[in-house]
């Protein structure tokens, strides 16, 4: 019996052993693996732990001692076992091996990511204190501020400065890492969380960047706030004392020339204090607003009461502009006044003027044309008399009463009364001349009257006398026509009256040759009317009686013929006496025919 035969149970449970341990240490590969490979981030001391253990692992990972030793110890003990035990004891060593071959790439890929996963988790490590840093600035950029005074600012100030600086000194540390970052971000096989951790370095840098700018310029304005809240809380109180005395300094002027240089002076100095004033309660309102965002609010209240006590003060800007808004009134109403007189002035050389033609004028001119322009003239003062009067109202509400008036203001008090004596005077002189000629505007005015009247009537009597007569139809309509004739004929005597009586008042009048000449024209007219009349009145009366007669006889012809036919029963008819009436009648007949042709 050989070695191995008898000492083959121990060398089986070597073999096993060996062969086990194998399979094993790949089993723990594997797991290695696995927890590498794993979705799971680690932190880089954990990480460390995986990497070493698969390092450890690794160290041997071809085996080729151990399979060449497996192999040949089993080719020993199956030499004399059966030809079953020893191919599944073969295949078994085969499956070994064979999971130990396609087990190697893996073990070697995965040694490759294990060196990129392990630069990914230095860099983190790296990246770590900047990130802390980073966000102690964001916090210190952030966190809630509560200065109640610009000392307190100006502490905020420079440590925000100085935290500013300190991102400044970082910055080359940063931009490299960021970069750094960016590099390994360009492997295929980058784990996920590193792409995270770049843009949280490179984000959170320019985040806090720009906060750590925002806070500083929010401290600086809040700074300038409380500068300029103090500075122009004292102006604004200057500028209300240089309104009161602006508003002091201002006078009534009633020269106008004066006026109007005061009244622009007033405005200006008005809109400059109202800009100034306005401007300064804006600026100290933004000073205020600027401040609480980040002042407490204790003292947020003390600036809101601050604030309301000088808006009540405002009010001097209301009472400036109210005061030189009157002196604008004032201005006004002396400039309207002004004109007023200037006007009248300018007027009453005219109206002067207008009388002494109409006195020297009076020979030469027909008595209705002077009567029309005396009273022209007497209409035309009193309208001006009636602007005198509310001039005189005027002066009374705009101009001093009293002794003691301005000079300025007399010079307007002297001017109305210059023009009232004089415009009063002309009216008196206009009365004198319009008395002269009284009869003449009282016989002026019945004459007109009386034409007026009678010039309607007579176009409608010449219309009448020139479309004629109708023709009657029969005995009715011949009495109808008749007093129609007779109402016209009686209207042509009224009417003459009315004209009869004009020319009488125009004879009454100082010269009346016009008058005279168109009273001759209508009497020409009315005669012919009058003459029309006459003819018709005469031809119509005749047409009357011939018509009465005709009917008349017809009547007595009818009853004489009855009567004859019922006498007793007998015919009584005597043909002479019808003969006669029927030859009467038919000439009667003729003549009316006549006449009804010559209407």
């Known amino acids: 019996m050989s070695f191995w035969q008898e000492n083959y149970q121990f060398i089986k449970e070597v073999y096993e052993m060996r062969h ?11 797991k290695a693996i696995a927890r590498i490979m794993a979705d799971k981030v680690y932190t880089s001391a954990e990480f460390k ?44 060593l085969d499956a070994l091996i064979q999971k130990h071959e396609e087990l190697i790439p893996s073990v070697q890929k995965t040694a490759v990511m294990v060196d990129l996963y392990w630069k ?6 790296e990246l770590k204190p900047h990130v802390e840093f980073l966000d102690g600035i ?8 509560a200065p109640s005074c610009i000392e307190n600012v100006d502490e905020l100030i420079e440590r925000q400065e100085k935290s500013l600086q300190q991102l400044d000194a970082k910055r080359t540390v940063v931009v490299d890492l960021i970069d750094k970052g960016k590099v390994i971000l360009q492997h295929p096989e980058k784990p996920k969380f590193l792409e995270a951790n770049v843009k949280r370095i490179e984000e959170g840098w320019d985040d806090t960047k720009k906060k750590a700018q925002e806070r500083l310029q929010l401290l600086n304005e809040t700074k300038d706030a409380f500068i300029n809240y103090a500075e122009n809380s004292e102006v604004i109180v200057t500028e209300f004392e240089i309104a009161e005395e602006e508003i002091k300094k201002v006078k009534k002027i009633f020269n106008l020339d ?86 009248i002035d300018a007027w009453k050389d005219a109206a002067t003027a207008e009388l002494k033609d109409i006195k020297e004028a009076s020979g030469g001119m027909l ?35 009293g002794d003691k008036v301005p000079a300025d203001a007399q010079v307007f008090k002297d001017e109305l009364a210059r023009i009232t004596k004089f415009v009063t005077e002309l009216q008196s002189n206009t009365k004198i ?10 016989f002026w005015a019945e004459y007109r009257t009386g034409i007026k009247e009678f010039n309607p009537w007579l176009a409608g009597a010449e219309k009448a006398a020139a479309e004629g007569l109708s023709k009657p139809a029969d005995l ?31 004879q009454k009048m100082t010269t009346h040759a016009e008058a005279d000449a168109e009273v001759a024209g209508l009497k020409t007219r009315f005669d012919a009317v009058k003459a029309t009349a006459d003819t018709w009145v005469k031809k119509v009366d005749v047409l009357v009686k011939e018509w009465v007669l005709l009917d008349n006889t017809v009547t007595e012809l009818n009853s004489w013929v009855a009567k004859d036919k019922s006498a007793e029963g007998e015919n009584q008819f005597s043909l002479e006496k019808m003969e006669s009436t029927l030859g009467e009648l038919k000439n009667i007949f003729k003549q009316k025919e006549k006449l009804v042709e010559g209407l």
Do not use: H
């Open 258 to 343: 004066s006026a109007n240089a005061d009244l622009k002076k007033r405005q200006d100095l008005l809109k400059k204090s109202s800009d100034t004033i306005n401007g300064l309660f804006a600026s100290i309102n933004n000073n205020n607003a600027t401040m609480s965002i980040t002042i407490p609010e204790d003292k947020k209240k003390i600036l809101g009461k601050e604030i309301k006590a000088v808006e009540a003060k405002l009010e001097v800007t209301g009472r400036f502009k109210s005061t030189v808004t009157k002196i604008e009134e004032l201005v006004a109403a002396l400039t309207s006044f002004d004109n007023s007189l200037k006007v």
């Open 138 to 145: 964001m916090l210190s950029s952030t966190r809630e501020i």
């Open 49 to 92: 732990r995986e990497r070493d253990t698969f390092n450890s692992l690794c160290k041997d990972l071809e085996r080729t001692e151990v399979k060449k030793w497996l192999a040949q110890i089993l080719e020993i003990l199956m030499a004399e076992r059966a030809k079953d035990q020893k191919k599944t004891e073969g295949d078994k």
């Open 433 to 442: 001349e319009c008395d002269k000629y009284s009869n003449d505007v009282k």
């Open 367 to 401: 008595p209705e044309d002077r009567v029309a322009r005396t009273m022209d003239l007497q209409e035309d003062i009193a309208a001006k008399l009636e602007i005198i009067k509310a001039c005189a109202a005027t002066e009374l509400a705009l101009l001093p009463q």
């Open 120 to 125: 990914c988790y230095a860099y983190g490590d």
């Open 20 to 30: 086990s341990k194998m399979a094993e240490w790949m089993e723990n590969v594997e």
């Open 476 to 506: 009715a309509e011949v009495k109808a026509l008749n007093e129609k004739v007779n109402g016209f004929d009686k209207n042509c005597v009224n009417y003459l009256k009315v004209l009869t009586s004009a020319q009488a008042a125009a």
